[in-house]
């Protein structure tokens, strides 16, 4: 099936924003939930296997240090790779998400994973209100609340060693995922405002992800993981969002590192959010595997 026909055909068609399921949400206004604070870091992180939810390696340990630096966030809006959507962009507005272990293959510890945070349709309210105004292109964003979705793992994986307790509310967003990089840009640029008002924005996804890659028999990583993985350090050390914008959609190396872009698109989330002042912090700047690439970075 392509991937294309996929997307139409699974479940993740949202729920339309009708004016009762809106009146539930709150008022534009009704932000007590969310009064201003100082500026939110903005955060992509690299989540590889979900294993690594439990596994005691690097990868989790530098998660759980993170989790203990960072200021407590008002509520945090999650943009994974394993949430995807065609031609609309779908904002998670229930209050009591379910956990989705959505993989195969795994131990039966990661599928009893639970992570019960609250939702907080407060926060999804105002990203719609954030998302109403056209790009300045003159297009218009296509929004609807989701009652249904739950977490995925490229939430719930990252978040468990993050904030174990669970005691933040969490949303997601889904990703429209035939836009070009440009577009998740634009998004990721009119949501940094929740920053202001104590969201934590994390996009999940990976630098590099091909899944399709044989593994080589040193373990080590090709020499196209490398490429892109150093050149899209260096471009977001430099804050130079256009030449990342202009790589990921031309560069022919992407083709390699991705043979589909659903995790590279939350980059761009997390590159548009972040301010041209931000300092640049990468973490867990390792391989997994010949493939994966799991850098990661903090703007703040």
């Not at 005691?56 to 530098?62: E, G, I, L, P, V």
């Not at 996804?205 to 899209?232: C, F, M, T």
Request: cysteine-free; charged content about 20%; proline content about 7%.
């Amino acid at each position: 099936m392509q991937r294309r026909d996929f997307l139409r055909a699974s479940s993740l068609v949202a729920l339309s924003l009708n004016p009762m399921l809106a009146h539930a949400l709150g008022t534009p206004a009704d932000l007590k939930d969310l009064p201003p604070t100082p500026k939110m870091p903005v955060l992509f992180v690299g989540h590889g296997s979900p294993m690594n939810a439990i596994e005691d390696n690097a990868f989790r340990q530098s998660w759980q240090k993170i989790g203990k630096e960072l200021p407590k966030p008002s509520a945090i809006l999650m943009v994974s790779a394993h949430w995807l959507s065609d031609g609309h962009t779908a904002i998670m507005a229930t209050s009591k998400p379910a956990t989705i272990h959505d993989f195969g293959g795994f131990p039966e510890e990661l599928f009893a994973q639970q992570y019960p945070a609250n939702g907080s349709p407060p926060a999804a309210k105002l990203t719609a209100e954030l998302l109403k105004k056209p790009l300045a292109n003159g297009t218009q964003i296509k929004t609807a609340f989701d009652m249904r979705q739950g977490y995925d793992h490229g939430t719930w994986s990252v978040l468990l060693p993050m904030f174990p307790q669970a005691n933040i509310p969490v949303f997601q967003i889904s990703i429209d995922y035939f836009k070009p990089a440009a577009y998740h840009y634009a998004l990721g640029k009119q949501l940094a405002a929740l920053r202001e008002r104590g969201v934590l924005i994390i996009g999940s996804g990976n630098i590099v992800h091909n899944l399709e890659a044989e593994r080589l028999a040193s373990g080590k990583p090709y020499e196209w993981n490398q490429a892109v993985d150093q050149k899209i350090a260096q471009l977001l050390q430099k804050h130079d969002d256009q030449a990342l914008i202009q790589f990921a959609d031309k560069d022919k190396l992407i083709k390699l590192a991705h043979p589909t872009v659903d995790h590279l698109w939350p980059l761009f989330y997390a590159l548009g959010a972040k301010h041209e002042d931000d300092q640049v912090r990468f973490f867990n700047s390792a391989y997994a595997g010949s493939a994966i690439s799991m850098r990661s970075v903090i703007f703040s």
